[in-house]
T-cell receptor
């Protein structure tokens, strides 16, 4: 078990560019979550997948954001036309559905800086 | 509407003493709570959880207490060690079909040698 991994760990981009982040969950976990964390705040939920199905999206997830989880394995989060307000740590977590008592395990995050 | 709150942004404790981190919640539907620890440049690491059917859960140096009537939980670390210095978050899952977590704003714990 290698834990949840995320790539890249850091991304610096110019405003208006598109960026894509990848998350590889713990292999047997069927749930995958994306969160965003800004300085001094707790992580905020963005979206979640049960296997390959995207079941819920936060109102924080504007139409510039899209997430996929093909085949229920790794997931990607794409931000189009980045804005300076998108600068944050993007965290991925995975869990095994245990009837409401699943524990989410987080990856190291991708820190995005939009110049 | 911040449903999970950690009102102390920071806490400083001497090594060997007890650290008490507090968390309040407003949503009476929350029935499961988790504590995470976060070091700089790393993702949150799960520490300990508690179900609403209990009022206490202990794991080594870490104990979480839940007071449902007050909608309050606390994390006790005894004895505190310098390696415990980190930001601590309490969180509660929404429940139902999805278990997305609602986090508090975090408390930065500094344990002085």
């Amino acid at each position: 078990d290698t834990g949840v991994s995320q790539d890249p760990r850091h991304k610096i981009t110019k405003r208006g560019q598109n960026v894509t982040f990848r998350c590889d969950p713990i292999s047997e976990h069927n749930r995958l979550y994306w969160y965003r964390q800004t300085l001094g705040q707790g992580p905020e939920f963005l979206t979640y997948f049960q296997n390959e199905a995207q079941l819920e999206k936060s109102r924080l997830l504007s139409d510039r954001f899209s997430a996929e989880r093909p085949k229920g394995s790794f997931s990607t989060l794409e931000i189009q036309r980045t804005e300076q307000g998108d600068s944050a740590m993007y965290l991925c977590a995975s869990s095994l559905d245990l009837f409401g008592r699943d524990t989410q395990y987080f990856g190291p995050g991708t820190r995005l800086t939009v110049l | 509407d911040q449903q999970v709150k950690q009102n102390s942004p920071s806490l400083s404790v001497q090594e060997g003493r007890i650290s008490i981190l507090n968390c309040d919640y407003t949503n009476s539907m929350f029935d499961y709570f988790l504590w995470y620890k976060k070091y700089p440049a790393e993702g949150p690491t799960f520490l300990i959880s508690i179900s609403s059917i209990k009022d206490k859960n202990e794991d080594g140096r870490f104990t979480v207490f839940l007071n449902k009537s007050a909608k309050h939980l606390s994390l006790h670390i005894v004895p505190s060690q310098p390696g415990d210095s980190a930001v601590y978050f309490c969180a509660a899952p929404k429940g139902g079909a999805g278990n997305m977590l609602t986090f508090g704003g975090g408390t930065r714990l500094m344990v002085k040698p």
